[in-house]
């Protein structure tokens, strides 16, 4: 296929993905000629792309041409687009034109429209490099696996939770991590991770879901690893708050039966209502007393941080030394 369509904001897998291809379309002997690297940030650069997709490779291999940044499926001037529509039909044999960008092809647009057209054909290909949410752990395990597999590296389900709960979303990272761990075992096992990846990745959402488990004291250790980092505590604050107050307008929306998404998600404030999934699952049998009960609490803590007090200690008064959320005086 001569024309490749790379998208989606996991960086990382699609620079592995671009390599690849280079790998396996390019003589390496020939590649100061036959790959060009572009970027569509510049206009006259997108442009040069498709002028060079039009000649045929010198010497042995293909040629390919990589616009990083591509303009042509997201905000295109009218000139460059007309453009790009005839150079379609005109990428020359032996060339491939590699069109790679972060978000996802706008379908109203005539160029998606015309490129997705030679997807159908069989005469493109497209392939979506989305992370998962941060609030997404089945996702981000999902990520490890497949992120594995790329990399021909066996792994234990285990481990996968593992280097989830220690890494995150961050895809760069977990590449290094899983290229670190595979000199060490093959599979990779749990113990493995446990020796070699330090650190657990955290966030308030993850904070929020360790009380929404009942444990304070690892929401407390994970409030620790953000004050750390720097985190401003408020902030934290009016993230939790956010979180909880969703949790109890999704559970108080489900009690009188609203079934439609979209509804509790706009009612929540939630942007994707793919996430009211996840929550309705989070959140299975909890009453809404127990998410008032943490909002309780987070009043306590805002009201001691804007007291003054110092950020650990507010958040460990007021998840620990005040379990019930009732105001203390200090």
Partial sequence: MPIHLLWGDDEAARNRAVEALVQAQVDPSWATINLSRLDG??????????EEARTPPFGAGSRMVVLQ?????SQCPAELAERFEA?????????????????????????TKA?????????????????PAIWDGAGQVE????TARELGLKLEPAAAAALSDAIGNDSARLASELEKLSLYANPITLAAVQALVGGQTTSSLAVGDALLAGQPAD????LDALLEANEPALRIVAALS???????????????????????????GIGNPKRIYVMRKQIRGRRPAVFLRLLSQLL???????????????FRDGFLLNPSGTKTDN
């Fill in 41 to 50: 940030n510049d206009t006259g650069q997108a442009a040069q792309a498709l």
């Fill in 219 to 222: 929401a407390i250790a994970r």
């Fill in 115 to 131: 490129l997705q057209k030679l997807v159908k054909a069989g005469q493109a290909s497209e392939q979506s490099f989305a992370l």
């Fill in 242 to 268: 956010s979180q909880i107050r969703g949790w109890l307008w999704v559970t108080l929306l489900d009690q009188q039966g609203e079934s439609d998404v979209a509804v509790i998600a706009k009612a929540a």
């Fill in 300 to 314: 306590s803590v805002e009201a001691a941080l804007k007291r003054g007090s110092d950020a650990g200690d507010a």
């Fill in 69 to 73: 940044r591509s303009p042509f499926c």
């Fill in 143 to 146: 990520l490890v696996s497949r």
């Fill in 87 to 111: 150079a379609l039909a005109q990428v020359a044999d032996g060339c491939h034109l590699v069109l790679v960008s972060s978000g996802k092809p706008d379908a109203r647009l005539r160029t």
